[in-house]
């Protein structure tokens, strides 16, 4: 069995300041992690995915996130929001090699304020 | 040159229609996927195709029934609409392999009154 917990559903940060997404995980096998972020009225687009290499992980748009298996957690990161970040953000975990069995967090919508 | 395309945009339909959601992919993918995205954004998968193939079938009422004439084509079919399915409804496509992401349309906003 897996899940995931975004322990935020909702953050605010200021234009400029970093930004934090935070996301729990269980997984019974080795996971791949994602995350996702979803502009309004459009579908969802791939940030970056873990599976099993780095573990330290950089996406589009400057976020990163970092898998650290001692913590079960796929936080992600960005050193300096931009507005075009706001957005609703997804993390995902699924077992790797199994596309059957993704499973999404419930997600955390960012606001970014200027 | 929209890799995964869904249409309509917006359906708005009376209860007890029957309606369809067509999906296209143009990425060479041969899995194909159905999510359902209710008002509080969470996601909930509904079917998968691999190859034509049915690989998942959530627990979804069977007025909902998927139709694949090839594996670029992934259509969702609707009978006898509820309130209850109003929803943003979005298809995806990826490789089979559960490391590669998936790629999502637009989505399509249905509103059932």
């Known amino acids: 069995a897996q899940s995931v917990t975004q322990l935020d559903s909702h953050v605010s940060v200021s234009e400029g300041t970093p930004v934090l997404l935070r996301c729990n995980y269980s997984s019974s096998y080795s996971p791949s992690l994602f995350w996702y972020v979803q502009h309004p009225n459009k579908g969802l687009q791939l940030l970056l995915k873990y599976t099993s290499a780095a573990t330290l992980v950089k996406g589009i748009n400057g976020f990163e996130a970092e898998f650290k298996k001692s913590e079960t957690s796929f936080h992600l990161t960005k050193p300096s929001a931009h507005m075009s970040d706001a957005a609703e953000y997804f993390c995902?975990?699924?077992?790797?090699?199994?596309?059957?069995?993704?499973?999404f967090g419930s997600g955390t919508q960012l606001t970014v304020l200027p | 040159d929209t890799a995964v395309s869904q249409t309509p945009k917006y359906l708005v339909t009376q209860m007890g229609n029957d309606k369809s959601i067509k999906c296209e992919q143009n990425?060479?993918?041969?899995?194909m996927y159905w999510y359902k995205q209710d008002s509080k954004k969470f996601l909930k998968i509904m079917f998968s195709?691999?190859?034509?193939?049915?690989?998942i079938n959530e627990t979804v009422p069977n007025r909902f029934s998927p139709k694949s004439p090839d594996k670029a084509h992934l259509n969702l079919h609707i009978n006898s609409l509820e309130l209850g399915d109003s929803a943003v409804y979005f298809c995806a496509s990826s490789q089979a392999n559960g490391d590669s992401p998936l790629h999502f349309g637009n989505g399509t906003r249905l509103t059932v009154t």
């Open positions: 995902v975990v699924t077992i790797s090699g199994s596309a059957r069995q993704l499973t």
């Open positions: 195709y691999n190859n034509k193939e049915l690989i």
């Open positions: 990425l060479g993918h041969d899995t």
